[in-house]
């Protein structure tokens, strides 16, 4: 006797279903089954079309389907100096003459907010983290492109205006104004739908924030939980300027602070002696690993000698792009020249941009790859795509030739938000125009007149 089959809220079929489950099942014409914001059911697509009776349909012809791509650490409003930054100096907040996010209206830190959202969803980027001024605008634009996102503020006292020209002035009223924002942020939004939007404590990094004001962000860090995101050994700057305050390395002062921890994510973690390696392998601390603008700056990060440690890896665009494909690769490329030998390889990279990132975020029960139970984040390629062939073991065209432009469609929390490159809940190109505008009149300010 044939049963009737279940309602369920979407069934996405695919012609290749890459789960990177513990088995690393792949099926071939498979599907998956979607209710209530999970995964139900994962299997051959005719059997699941027998068993299910969805209330919408992805019928998966010519697409690869694989799980959403987590990516821990960017800035989107930061996203006004991209194209230019990268040839005058590194981090935006120590670098005069470009928009400085001290300039920045709530309003103005949204449309650029927005068109960073926009690019990691369009590059499949499905869970993100984001920390910068104004994060209530950070937050707004996330949840409105339906993306996973983990949001902070961007807690420091050191004076802006002063860091952009090498000197540290610590400000009781700077502090307080940010640990403020990063409050109202957790008071406003964590736990917004469901969980989809959860937010952290962010301070920015050891030498823009005092030692009191690391104490102060570690105690509250601890009474909230979740994950601490921060800058860590970024620059020479940095270590020479907590040397000299403290007679510690980073990792040491934070060590020292509370901070360093397997609930910590710390960007870059490049200018290390091995005692800090070790020390940061024996908290578990994550890093978030952003091998282009490490590159950008003439820098690489010991990644492997990092892992070999103990700290987790995971990988992040820090809003120089949304292509996490892209970071896969550069993260192998710079790690065969550190090393001088062929280290790492697609299926390890491709783990830090999905499994590892989520168990990073304490969400690797709930997103990372595609399973029964977990949250429905996944992503479709077009395979029919000149770079996703040959398509052997799965993992290598997709790791070393892809990139973000091959998604086109993006499912998160079980709802369509990408559908054919287009965003389904807001008008991306409105988003588009708009962060040229808010742009060019920033860079006006920075004495820099657009071209548009
Ligand atoms: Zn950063």
Redesign the pocket.
């Known amino acids: 006797m044939m049963l009737e089959p279940t309602p369920c809220d979407l069934l996405v079929m695919g012609d290749l279903i890459l789960t990177l489950d513990a088995q690393d099942s792949v099926m071939s014409n498979g599907a998956v089954a979607v209710a209530d914001r999970r995964i139900v059911d994962i299997g051959p697509a005719d059997e699941l079309h027998a068993r299910w009776a969805p209330a919408e349909m992805i019928d998966g012809k010519d697409r690869i389907v694989m799980p959403g791509l987590v990516n821990v650490?960017n800035?989107t409003p930061l996203m006004v100096t991209r194209g230019m930054i990268e040839d005058i100096g590194f981090?935006p907040m120590y670098t005069p003459s470009i928009p400085q996010g001290h300039w920045l209206t709530e309003d103005d830190a949204f449309a650029l907010s927005s068109l960073g959202m926009y690019e990691l969803l369009r590059a499949g980027c499905t869970t993100v983290v984001d920390y910068y001024r104004y994060p209530g605008a950070c937050a707004r634009a996330a949840a409105d492109l339906g993306l996973r996102a983990v949001i902070a503020g961007r807690v420091h006292d050191a004076e802006p205006a002063a860091l952009t020209t090498g000197r540290y002035e610590y400000s009781r009223a700077v502090g307080e104004e940010s640990l403020r924002e990063n409050a109202e942020l957790i008071e406003r939004w964590n736990g917004h739908d469901g969980g989809r939007i959860r937010c952290d404590w962010a301070p920015h990094a050891p030498d823009t924030c005092s030692d009191d004001l690391l104490r102060e962000v570690s105690r509250l860090a601890e009474r909230h939980g979740g994950n601490i995101h921060t800058?860590l050994c970024q620059l020479p700057l940095e270590v020479e300027t907590v040397a000299a305050r403290s007679g510690l390395t980073p990792p040491q002062l934070l060590d020292k602070l509370g901070l360093l921890n397997e609930r910590l994510i710390a960007?870059h973690c490049i200018h290390m002696e091995p005692a800090d390696i070790e020390l940061c392998g024996r908290a578990g601390i994550t890093v978030a690993h952003a091998p282009i603008g490490n590159a950008k700056g003439g820098r690489i990060a010991p990644i492997m000698e990092l892992r070999e440690a103990g700290a987790r890896i995971a990988l992040c665009t820090?809003?120089s792009s949304g292509d996490l494909i892209e970071t896969m690769r550069w993260a192998i490329a710079m790690q065969r020249i550190n090393r001088q030998g062929s280290v790492l390889d697609a299926r390890t990279v491709l783990d830090w941009g999905t499994r590892e990132g989520a168990r990073a975020l304490g969400l690797g029960e709930v997103v990372g790859s595609l399973e029964i139970g977990k949250r429905a984040d996944m992503i479709l390629l077009d395979n029919r795509s000149p770079s996703l062939v040959p398509m052997v073991d799965g993992y290598g065209v997709l790791v070393h030739s892809a990139s973000g432009h091959d998604v086109d469609t993006v499912v998160i929390d079980g709802r369509v938000v990408l559908a054919n490159g287009h965003p389904t809940l807001v008008d991306g190109d409105a988003i588009v125009a708009r962060a040229q505008a808010v742009a060019s009149s920033l860079w006006q300010r920075a004495g820099r007149r657009t071209v548009q």
């Open positions: 650490h800035h981090a800058h960007a820090d809003t």
